[in-house]
């Protein structure tokens, strides 16, 4: 099972990234798919999720209205865009899949800068 991130990267204060997230498993659909946080000298945070079933989603209240979690099923991908970033959103990135049954992966994380 491979996840990997690309997309990160430096940006300035308003600017915007999008970052994905290529999974090579079975079963991609039946899957809920997050975005996980981790700032520096901080605990790692939920950002965004995107069910199953549905594609229901739910964000972290610091991105909502700002960031979008989408998902492509046919390219098992999970996609993060995130816009008007500000100084607070540098963190490194991980992405993360989860079956019901429990079983669950971590990509390796990219990392967002947002400075001037």
């Known amino acids: 099972v491979r996840l990997v991130e690309s997309g990160g990267g430096l940006v300035q204060p308003g600017g915007s990234l999008r970052l994905s997230c290529a999974a090579s498993v079975f079963s991609f659909s039946t899957a809920d798919l997050s975005w996980y946080r981790q700032g520096p000298g901080k605990e790692r945070e939920l950002v965004a999720r995107i069910s199953s079933v549905g594609s229901t989603t739910n964000y972290a209240d610091s991105v909502k209205g700002r960031f979008t979690i989408s998902r492509d099923n046919n390219k098992n991908t999970v996609y993060l865009q995130m816009n008007n970033l500000k100084p607070e959103d540098t963190a490194k990135y991980y992405c993360?899949?989860?079956?019901?049954?429990?079983?669950?992966?971590w990509g390796q994380g990219t990392q967002v800068t947002v400075s001037s």
């Open positions: 993360h899949i989860a079956w019901p049954w429990g079983t669950n992966y």
